[in-house]
């Protein structure tokens, strides 16, 4: 009896909001939400905005104590800097995004972690006497911790694209006969 730990991206397409079009009791440990039950549909965006803009939040606090060369003077810059750095990767990220789509290619999907610094460097540059960046290697390196602790608070609070979902695998009733060894399957 083994476990197996999956990720699954998932891009967000929603056509109908109020729809939920898996049935809840279907697999057990899945969680399913519906908007069926609410009675202000319009609650359910604004508390996802405050918790994707909480995680957001701690996740540059978390790369300011682990990289020297990003600093703030007080909290309110910190959440100002986190609401700047959110604004400008809902708007300007998809844009450059496009616009670099060859060396995204080419790259395989790495030069995002460049187009991230760039964006963290930014606010750093518009925010200056109050949210520091002193570098493009500092913006690097926050970039690249900002976007795996909010990768990893984004997963296990269930905001993000990215779920976890665990397995129990079971074994086959018929493994004695391969003599009981491991079994890769590809």
């Known amino acids: ?91 300007l990220r998809p844009v450059l995004m496009f616009l670099a789509l060859p060396l995204l290619i080419f790259t395989l999907g790495l030069f995002t972690l460049i187009i991230n610094a760039l964006l963290l460097y930014f606010v750093g540059y518009v925010l200056r006497p109050h949210f520091y960046v002193d570098g493009f290697w500092s913006a690097f390196w926050g970039a690249l911790i900002i976007s795996i602790v909010g990768m990893i608070l984004n997963a296990l609070t269930g905001t993000g694209s990215t779920r976890v979902r665990i397995e129990r695998s079971r074994r086959p009733p018929d493994s004695d006969r391969d003599g009981g060894g491991p079994v890769i399957d590809v």
């Open 1 to 91: 009896m083994g476990f197996c730990v999956v990720f699954v991206l998932v891009e967000k397409v929603r056509i109908d909001p109020t729809a939920c079009f898996v049935p809840c009791n279907s697999s057990p440990g899945i969680a399913c939400s519906s908007n069926a039950g609410e009675t202000n549909p319009g609650i359910r965006p604004v508390k996802r905005f405050i918790q994707s803009w909480f995680i957001n939040t701690l996740a540059v606090l978390i790369a300011v104590y682990l990289v020297s060369g990003i600093r703030y003077n007080k909290p309110l810059d910190l959440l100002v800097a986190s609401l700047l750095l959110g604004i400008l990767n809902a708007v």
